[in-house]
Antibody, heavy 123, light 110 residues
Framework: QVQLQESGPGLVKPSQTLSLTCSGS??????????WAWIRQPAGKGLEWIGR???????DYNPSLRSRVSISLDTSKNQLSLKLTSVTAADTAVYYC???????????????WGQGAMVTVSS | QSVLTQPPSVSGAPGQRVTISCTGS?????????VLWYQQPPGRAPKLLIY???NRPSGVPGRFSGSKSGTSASLAITGLQAEDEADYYC??????????FGSGTRVNVL
């Protein structure tokens, strides 16, 4: 069973860039074998989809974040990464990476989630 | 603000049946896109419960079931158990296949 783990700074200053990575383990984990997504959740609030990256490297982003977000695959490190520029307090949240899995019949879902990384934007 | 609307909370006694609604529009659920459901226990990461409107991944108990009709969907939990106390989120897509999440529903087991 694949397990995911997010990592990165827990505190980022306003106007700077938030950078997180997602590593996996188990079942011959390879970032190029699946599609992936980043999702975030402010404290006490709901889930917000940030974007996804296909194993081809193609990406889709939430329109509300598109101008500031970048998701990429680092095949040499077998990791997924997220960068969010010009952050403000509104970007304070738990950030999750998730596998965008494919089920029989073509149905897709965020079927495996990391435990989440808390990122606070504050000076 | 979530595009998919859910009730803030539902409650039930152990053993009872509860349902959670998820209301969208003709641009998402009503456009024929799949509805999914996730369970998030307090302080934990979300877990996939239902995909493809009414399919359970391996390991999810049969007392969880999903349905979809028109611009809405529902999650039913039968035989409610204490461990079911959690937040539940529906998810679908818009016409650009961007993922949309519901506002979330807290299930309270009395």
């Amino acid at each position: 069973q694949v397990q995911l783990q997010e990592s990165g700074p827990g505190l980022v200053k306003p106007s700077q860039t938030l950078s997180l990575t997602c590593s996996g383990s188990g079942d011959s984990f390879s970032v190029t074998s699946y599609d992936w997504a980043w999702i975030r959740q402010p404290a006490g609030k709901g889930l917000e989809w940030i974007g996804r990256i296909y194993n081809t490297g193609n990406t889709d982003y939430n329109p509300s974040l598109r101008s500031r977000v970048s998701i990429s695959l680092d095949t040499s490190k077998n990791q997924l990464s997220l960068k969010l520029t010009s952050v403000t307090a509104a970007d304070t949240a738990v950030y999750y990476c998730a596998r965008y899995g494919l089920f029989f019949g073509g149905a897709r879902a965020f079927d495996i989630w990391g435990q989440g990384a808390m990122v606070t934007v504050s000076s | 603000q979530s595009v998919l609307t859910q009730p803030p909370s539902v409650s039930g006694a152990p053993g009872q049946r509860v349902t959670i609604s998820c209301t969208g529009s003709s641009s998402d659920i009503g456009a024929g896109y799949d509805v999914l459901w996730y369970q998030q226990p307090p302080g934990r990461a979300p877990k996939l419960l239902i995909y493809g409107n009414n399919n359970r991944p391996s390991g999810v108990p049969g007392r969880f079931s999903g349905s979809k009709s028109g611009t809405s969907a529902s999650l039913a939990i039968t035989g409610l158990q204490a461990e079911d106390e959690a937040d539940y989120y529906c998810q679908s897509y818009d016409t650009s296949l961007r993922a949309l999440f519901g506002s979330g529903t807290r299930v309270n087991v009395l």
